[in-house]
């Protein structure tokens, strides 16, 4: 999930490179959440 969540940052960071906003914003929206996914499951895994 983490590979996923840096693929789509790299995806925003070269899309806003090449002057494609909406792909850029779309991107990192999605990096954020993957991120956000990621740290959740992890923390619960250390929990149980």
């Known amino acids: 999930m983490l ?3 840096v693929g789509f940052f790299v995806l925003a960071v070269v ?3 090449f002057g494609a906003g909406g792909v850029a ?3 990192m929206t999605i ?3 993957l ?3 990621f740290l ?3 923390v619960l895994s ?3």
């Open 3 to 5: 590979e996923l969540a």
């Open 31 to 33: 990096a954020k959440w």
């Open 40 to 42: 959740v499951l992890a």
């Open 46 to 48: 250390l929990l149980v």
């Open 25 to 27: 914003g779309m991107s």
């Open 15 to 17: 899309a806003g490179v």
């Open 35 to 37: 991120v956000l996914a």
